[in-house]
């Protein structure tokens, strides 16, 4: 257990190093499908935080109960109720988003950040780690969604959380709000990441020599 | 022999109660969550209902809806929305209608003429359907092809132009949940028919 890393490290690690969209490719399906606008975006992020770290605490605190076979059943029970809880609030408060999201929000059950922090992190360390863990997971999480979001919404529509930035003059590149422009979008970031990465690890090289 | 069933029954449980145990807290809570949160998502669904009456009945003035809660032949009561013109003219019905689709339960809101003889509209309230396939029959594309349509007869669906005036064409790569549609179309206006057209010489007297 040494070799586990710290809370610290787990909160830093999930925004940036770690992160579930540009590192890990992990939650693509709500990172092409609901980032064509800020808002179900941001909303889509606060759904999952809260499923990710509710699911985390769970898990953390009976990871000295689970059977190593019956783990994932665990898990996945464990996910479902948490998203159910949040499709329900949606529906309740924010209505309109709610009809917006779609199937959106209970695929949340399927996205695999959710089982594979609660496999990696909350299932073998303390609570306290499991909620930075979530914590800075989810913040990655919403960091890449935001990326992505900000770049179609304000490309495809000349807006930002539907507020004018480009001005009435801007035609709206229709294709950025529609799937080709998530891919494109995510491509061009993904491909971004990359490259700063690999910039920043040759650097690091040179300084090491 | 019966020593061994026992045995594997007592490790059954042994392996699984954490399971069973989680099982029933999670039930409890969605239990709570529903019982809290039910009637606010009830409220916002009749909220849109009332919104989206005047496109689904021509003419209808939003104000001048009386809601009825009816038997259909099945015994099971059932809310619909009787929709007046503001000079108190009675206009048609909504009915709302559900039933499963390809991925979870699909509501409509049906819309009829006064004399329950033609659908004049269709809004899907509630679906979870695929996205980018049964999802589309939300749009204004799919919805269109019920207006209009014979509500005295079943409508049919099929795969090719249709030749008949109740015949709706299927979205392609959706079958099943257009199939759903259609069916519980069908099945909520047949389940209505005869205890709508009982109410239909009444007066007007909105409750909103």
């Avoid at chain 2, 939300?138 to 005295?152: I, Q, Y």
């Avoid at chain 2, 790569?173 to 209505?192: H, K, R, Y």
Wanted: glycine share 10%.
């Amino acid at each position: 257990m040494q070799d586990q890393p710290t809370a610290l490290e787990r909160f830093i690690n999930g925004i940036l190093p770690e992160n579930p969209v540009y590192r890990q490719l992990l939650g693509m399906c709500p990172t092409l499908a609901v980032t064509n606008g800020m808002e179900p975006a941001m909303t889509m992020a606060g759904a999952t935080a809260f499923v990710l770290i509710s699911a985390n605490i769970i898990v953390s605190l009976i990871r000295g109960l689970l059977k190593p076979h019956l783990r994932i059943l665990v898990f996945t029970l464990t996910i479902a109720t948490f998203v159910t809880i949040t499709d329900r609030f949606l529906a309740a408060y924010m209505y309109e988003m709610s009809k917006q999201l779609g199937p959106y929000v209970p695929l949340i059950i399927v996205n695999c950040l959710i089982i594979s922090r609660a496999e990696i992190c909350a299932s073998k360390q303390s609570l306290g780690v499991a909620v930075a863990d979530g914590v800075g997971m989810s913040l990655g999480f919403a960091l890449a969604l935001a990326s992505i979001a900000t770049v179609r919404e304000i490309l495809g529509s000349g807006t930002w959380f539907s507020l004018p930035v480009l001005g009435s003059g801007w035609p709206g590149w229709g294709i950025m709000v529609l799937p080709p422009g998530a891919f494109l979008t995510l491509g061009l970031l993904l491909g971004g990441a990359e490259w700063f990465g690999a910039r920043r690890a040759r650097r690091a090289l040179t300084v090491g020599k | 022999m019966v020593m061994a069933d026992q045995a594997q029954k007592t490790s059954y449980i042994g392996q699984a109660w954490l399971v069973i145990l989680l099982a029933l807290c999670f039930g409890t809570a969605l239990a709570f969550v529903h019982t809290t949160l039910g009637p606010r998502i009830a409220e916002n669904k009749r909220n849109e209902t009332y919104s989206v009456i005047p496109v689904l009945v021509p003419g209808a003035d939003r104000d001048m809806i009386e809601e009825l809660i009816v038997q259909g032949r099945g015994g099971r009561d059932v809310r619909v929305y009787k929709a007046f013109s503001a000079d108190s003219i009675h206009q048609g019905w909504v009915i709302p209608a559900e039933g499963q689709g390809f991925a979870d339960r699909i509501e409509l809101l049906i819309g009829q003429d006064a004399g329950l003889s033609t659908i004049t509209g269709m809004y899907v309230l509630a679906q979870k359907e695929t996205p980018g396939l049964g999802d589309d029959i939300r749009g204004e594309e799919f919805r269109d092809l019920f207006r209009g349509k014979p509500a005295d007869r079943p409508l049919v669906l099929v795969k090719t132009v249709p030749r008949q005036e109740n015949e709706i064409r299927a979205l392609t790569g959706a079958t099943i949940s257009s199939e759903s549609v259609t069916d519980i179309i069908n099945s909520a206006i047949e389940n209505l028919r005869d205890v709508l057209r009982a109410h239909s010489g009444r007066g007007p007297t909105p409750q909103r």
